[in-house]
């Protein structure tokens, strides 16, 4: 079945630790995001990628990486600059990269929470 | 800046009560998209609907309609007869086109909880 693909479901971080949040796409997507969503409230947009070795920051990119080697992936690193990184976070993909009528799709999220 | 309003935090209604969500939008673009998206309880987004700013018909989709408004920037969803598995987070959201890319932004959500 196509679809998008994350894990962990649940990651725990340590003071002071990187965590990395995989995100798997395999609709032959261009486009990848990666949102921010805290409780109660709707979603931010942390990064995204158009195209392989290619991503722009979104609006909370502070405390975050990421890397696109493959058309499929495209991991998010929590890095330990991010001093409030509970949340949860949603990975979604476009068909295309350009244009406003392309719908993105979200992946089943991973909640992280921090020790 | 773009911005999207869902007034309404939390609906309460019983099974097979309409329930009508509200989205108001800004935007100074005279080209773009509202989507409505549910969250359920696992968390994962799903796709209910897509319109551009150029087609105000409203839509109906089984037990759900939309109400289209450019002249109010407004953009309501409703679902008739509403039913336990509807209770979930809606959010509405606008498509903005930047230089690198498209670029959604996010209502707050309105939780729905139908009870039985």
């Known amino acids: 079945d196509g679809g998008i693909t994350q894990s962990p479901k649940y990651l725990f971080r340590k003071e002071g630790q990187n965590v990395t949040l995989s995100c798997e796409q395999n609709?032959?997507?261009?486009?990848m995001y990666w949102y921010r969503q805290d409780p109660g409230q709707g979603l931010r947009l942390i990064y995204y990628?158009?195209?392989?070795?290619?991503?722009q920051k979104g609006d909370i990119a502070e405390g975050y990486s990421v890397s696109r080697e493959k058309k499929e992936s495209f991991p998010l690193t929590v890095t330990s600059a991010q001093k409030n990184p509970t949340a949860f976070y949603l990975c979604?993909?476009?068909?295309?990269?350009?244009?406003?009528?392309?719908?993105?799709?979200f992946g089943p999220g991973t909640r992280l929470l921090v020790l | 800046a773009q911005k999207v309003t869902q007034a309404q935090t939390e609906i309460s209604v019983v099974e097979k009560e309409d329930v009508t969500l509200d989205c108001v939008y800004e935007?100074?673009?005279?080209?773009?998209?509202l989507f409505w998206y549910k969250q359920p309880p696992s968390g994962e987004l799903v796709f209910l609907i897509r319109?551009?700013?150029?087609?105000?018909q409203n839509e109906i989709s089984g037990r759900y309609s939309w109400n289209f408004q450019k002249s109010t920037s407004s953009f309501n969803f409703t679902i008739t007869a509403s039913q336990v598995v509807d209770s979930a987070v809606y959010f509405c959201?606008?498509?903005?086109?930047?230089?690198?890319?498209?670029?959604?932004?996010f209502g707050g959500g309105t939780r729905v909880l139908v009870k039985p």
């Open positions: 979604a993909s476009s068909l295309f990269a350009t244009g406003i009528e392309e719908t993105q799709y």
């Open positions: 609709l032959n997507h261009d486009a």
């Open positions: 990628s158009q195209i392989v070795n290619d991503f």
């Open positions: 935007t100074r673009d005279t080209t773009y998209y």
């Open positions: 319109r551009n700013s150029f087609d105000e």
């Open positions: 959201a606008l498509s903005e086109i930047k230089a690198a890319g498209n670029k959604l932004t």
